[in-house]
């Protein structure tokens, strides 16, 4: 008797766990997007007021090596399409609904008495804050702008790059006045409270900035994965990530 009422209690355990997580959604998203997603989410909120969205923002380097480990995620945005086609090829992204979301543009901040309109000029700053570009996008498009500028060796060698988890910490630091200058996206740079836009990088300097995106195998299995991820797809989504200075398609 008290061996069934074990299984029974397991078995309810079970059942309620399960009902825990239905009606969850996990976002691992770049940190760039965070602002534009969190109204979104709001958005999708008054539609499904029975899903929860559970938001990941970070590096999106990181970001997809933890859901290549096992961390819980139904979609997944990248600022960049390298880490998109990592999760596909490691087989936990499903290729088939690959998209992209937006894009953006890169920017140098800082405060507006920093004396800098151009690359060149770069190098007459003590530090200049960059996403690390193991891991960050924006510090991948970085390091490439220098690199096409014939910069980055002189500003390495000389101790001036100070590297950032992800963008929005690079921000910080140049919105503190930590350092002279920051590598940031427009969207991140209008959020700022002190840092201004020095200028706005080349576009012919790096690759164009994009944010694919894609839902996991685990997402593309549940409903409410699938309907958030439609939801992306909406005006009002367009219209709201436009209002955060990100383009898009419509």
């Known amino acids: 008797m008290k061996r069934l009422m074990v299984v029974a209690v ?5 059942m309620v766990t399960g009902m825990a997580q239905a009606g ?25 007021p029975d899903v929860k ?5 970070g ?5 997809a090596k933890q859901v290549g480990q096992g961390a819980p995620a139904d979609i997944f945005i990248s600022a960049n399409q390298k ?20 894009g953006n543009t890169l920017v140098v901040a800082g405060k507006k008495e920093v004396a800098v309109k151009g690359m060149e000029d770069l190098k007459g700053l003590a530090r200049i804050a960059i996403g690390s570009p193991a891991s960050v996008p924006a510090g991948q498009y970085a390091e490439q702008a220098m690199r096409k500028a014939g910069i980055y060796e002189g500003l390495e060698q000389g101790k001036k790059l100070v590297l950032a988890k992800d963008v929005r910490q690079a921000l910080l630091y140049a919105d503190r006045g930590e350092v002279d200058a920051a590598f940031v996206y427009r969207t991140d740079a209008l959020l700022a ?26 997402g593309a299995a549940t409903v409410e994965g699938k309907d958030f991820y439609a939801f992306l797809a909406a005006g009002e989504v367009q219209e709201i990530l436009q209002k955060y200075g990100f383009t898009t398609n419509k």
């Open 10 to 14: 397991s078995v309810l355990c079970v």
């Open 24 to 48: 969850e959604i996990n976002l691992s998203a770049a940190a760039s997007l965070k602002d534009a997603l969190n109204e979104i989410i709001a958005g999708f909120a008054k539609e499904h």
């Open 53 to 57: 969205v559970l938001t990941n923002y």
């Open 59 to 63: 590096a999106s380097g990181a970001l």
């Open 83 to 102: 880490w998109l086609d990592f999760l596909v090829k490691e087989g936990k992204a499903d290729a088939a609904t690959a998209g992209v979301l937006a």
């Open 193 to 218: 409270q002190q840092a201004v836009i020095l200028f706005e990088v080349p576009a012919d300097l790096y690759d164009p900035v994009t944010y694919p995106m894609g839902l996991t195998v685990a």
